[in-house]
């Protein structure tokens, strides 16, 4: 935990803009491969673009805070779930 919270901590936003995230995540996990050709994305993108226009409005965050936050709520969603 200690090494990935030094790469998290070391990592620029011009190196964070040259990371294939999806590409990095999915040899953990391979769904990240393969959704793109079965999910219906527009609906999504849709979908967590009000959330996010929401949380930017109600809480005056910009756009990456937003998305933060979203993001956060979603895992510990998930979380909670398991």
């Keep these: 935990m200690k090494n990935i919270g030094n790469v998290i901590k070391n990592i620029t936003d011009e190196n964070q803009d040259n990371v294939n995230w ?14 793109q050709e079965k ?20 809480y005056n965050y910009n756009e990456q805070d937003a998305m933060l936050v979203l993001k956060d709520i979603l895992y510990n969603e998930y979380k909670d779930k398991k």
């Design 22 to 35: 999806t590409k990095a995540w999915s040899k953990r996990y391979p769904v990240l491969k393969t959704y």
């Design 39 to 58: 999910v219906d994305i527009p609906k999504y993108k849709n979908k967590i673009r009000k959330l996010l226009d929401e949380l930017k409005q109600t």
